[in-house]
């Protein structure tokens, strides 16, 4: 079981659970990089506004990374798109790239830029941050699910190709948990049903310290641990 300090990379960590898990991982003392779509005034870790739709800017990212950090011990891919509430019939293209764009290209793309460093990491993980619609899609969110389908696709395939290189890859559903955009996808209806934040939290920090113990392409819940 590893306690020591990792190098952790965090997409999508200026809000949410990015955020929440970034200041807990910090506050642990691990070394924390992080990026999202706005800037930050205080950040708790290394932090750089992108737009994981530009793989200009995402490469250029992860190579000023690279070269202050020099190896990764770990890929959060977190960012994601929820996108607009609506009937696929009455989907534009603009609508369905602007979701699928992030949610699956930008999870490519930073997976891909950051494998140099990973490969050179101790006991390297890229770890999927997945959603249950990825396997259950729900009316009204064709492209989310969709887009979080591709990805679970993308995590089983890397841990085949990336299994002799000795980096893990794992899936973690979060569950229904009460964020800013959860309540803006589906309505602040209280009659919704939520997961702690910090059995997430806990999850997380669980796979990290024992990620020398599992199988690559596993998929994890909070249940899993007991929590």
């Not at 679970?152 to 559903?173: H, R, S």
Request: charged share 20%; with cysteine; proline share 4%.
């Amino acid at each position: 079981m590893s306690t020591s300090r990792e190098k952790i990379v965090i997409t999508g960590s200026s809000k949410g659970l990015g955020f929440e898990l970034a200041n807990r991982l910090s506050d642990a003392g691990h070394t924390v990089v992080g990026c999202g779509r706005t800037k930050m005034t205080q950040p708790v870790m290394d932090y750089s506004p992108v737009d994981l739709s530009d793989e200009g800017q995402v490469s250029q990212w992860a190579k000023g990374v690279c070269a202050r950090h020099q190896n990764i011990d770990i890929l959060i891919n977190n960012a994601f798109q929820f996108g607009e509430r609506m009937r696929f019939e009455n989907l534009s293209d603009s609508q369905w790239h602007k979701v699928v764009d992030i949610n699956l290209m930008g999870t490519f793309r930073v997976t891909r830029s950051f494998l140099p460093a990973l490969k050179v990491g101790r006991n390297p993980l890229i770890v999927f941050v997945g959603s249950i619609m990825g396997k259950w899609a729900r009316a009204g969110f064709s492209t989310y699910g969709v887009s979080k389908a591709a990805t679970e696709a993308l995590a089983n395939v890397l841990a085949q190709e990336l299994a002799p290189d000795g980096i893990k890859v794992a899936t973690v559903y979060p569950s229904r948990i009460r964020t800013g955009l959860r309540i803006a996808g589906y309505g602040s209806n209280e009659s919704l049903s939520s997961e702690p934040l910090e059995n997430y939290l806990s999850l997380m920090e669980h796979l990290i310290r024992s990620r020398d113990s599992f199988p690559t392409g596993s998929c994890w819940f909070p249940d899993d641990i007991g929590l």
